[in-house]
């Protein structure tokens, strides 16, 4: 029963790795972790919106093209949640965000995951709320270190953290290391997050700690990047921790955010069928794949190619345009996705 530190890093993308085939000199710091943690090379955001990203990361609930679930609370208070499987096993739930937690109905879809406590732009002075989103992560990232070496917390403990500052405009305090202003905020969070790990690992909870890093959706970059390129939702995972058996670990399966809850419950020994999409990425005896969404389009990947169909086109983008089957599996898939929508919040009506 480690303590679980997920830390979302807005619009991170696997382009800022050199690890992951990248932009060597952006995300250093996580390169860096990846290479002394578990990385897993081949992982897809769900969607291309902070909102869809939480969602699928926590609940392990796929995005849809035109909807976001957290919008619904009558629906998203139905959903399984990391949060809630690790509260029945005694874990203290804590949610941290430099800025407005009520921003695309966030606040209730947390409170309906379990988290009472929740620390967001309310909680810092206006002096230190200097970007467009609240509080810079440097700000963010001090307040929750200070709080963590006090060495006063309740474990074992889930804590997920929010960056911000690399979401447009892209503008951040001090730093001016890249040219790019894009690559330039991925690089300023990614020294916060450098400096949050440091401070983190002086404290007590080091040796029993799982850091769980991961975008919440990737950034449009280059910025001519074709939406219908699977390039565009490839996103950075890295395990990382004093809580890992195992280090310098690449995971080449194919996988999302949907599967990280089975994943990390998975190796917890914490049942998980209630994770209706989410996948095991460590279990073989599972399908491994990802799927994605953006409006009137979605995208699915697996070791033998990938398809992206566009529904208003009826245009199909693949790398192997004779094999319909992932194609197939893909439409089924999403049908799945708007049948369970469907049913959520309206269980009486469907026994």
Not at 84 to 107: E, I, P
Not at 194 to 221: C, E, G, S
Not at 249 to 269: H, P, R, W, Y
């Amino acid at each position: 029963r480690p303590n679980v530190v997920v830390i979302l890093l807005e619009s991170f993308f696997s382009q800022a790795m050199g690890t992951l085939g990248g932009i060597e000199g952006v995300a250093e710091n996580l390169d860096s972790l990846g290479a002394n943690g578990v990385l897993f090379t081949n992982f897809y955001a769900n969607s291309f919106r902070t909102d869809r990203g939480i969602v699928s990361v926590l609940s392990g609930y796929p995005a849809q093209p035109t909807n976001s679930i957290m919008k619904y609370p009558r629906k998203s208070q139905d959903l399984p949640a990391i949060s809630k499987s690790l509260a029945r096993n005694g874990y203290d739930l804590q949610y941290v965000y430099g800025g407005d937690a009520n921003f695309t109905n966030m606040r209730s879809y947390l409170t309906a995951m379990g988290f009472e406590k929740i620390i967001s732009d309310l909680d810092f002075p206006i002096s230190q709320k200097m970007s467009k989103w609240g509080a810079h992560d440097d700000v963010m990232f001090d307040k929750i270190a200070t709080q963590l070496e006090a060495g006063e917390e309740k474990e074992p403990f889930l804590k997920v953290i929010q960056t911000s500052s690399s979401h447009e405009p892209f503008e951040v305090p001090g730093f001016n290391r890249l040219e790019d202003i894009r690559l330039n905020s991925i690089a300023y969070t990614d020294s916060c997050l450098q400096v949050f790990v440091n401070r983190y690992k002086n404290t007590p909870y080091w040796d029993n700690t799982l850091f769980v890093l991961v975008a919440d959706h990737a950034m449009q970059y280059p910025v001519d990047i074709d939406i219908f390129s699977s390039q565009r939702y490839r996103i950075p995972l890295v395990l990382y921790g004093g809580a890992l058996a195992r280090t310098g670990v690449k995971v080449e399966t194919v996988g999302s955010q949907i599967d990280i809850a089975a994943t990390l419950l998975g190796q917890m020994g914490i049942d998980h069928t209630d994770f209706t999409f989410s996948k095991n990425m460590l279990n073989p005896a599972n399908p491994h794949f990802a799927f994605f969404t953006v409006p009137d389009a979605f995208g699915v990947v697996t070791k033998e190619g990938e398809v992206v169909f566009d529904n208003v086109s009826e245009k199909i983008y693949s790398t192997n345009l004779s094999d319909t089957l992932i194609l197939e599996q893909g439409k089924a898939f999403l049908q799945k996705i708007y049948d369970d929508l469907e049913k959520r919040g309206n269980k009486n009506l469907h026994n």
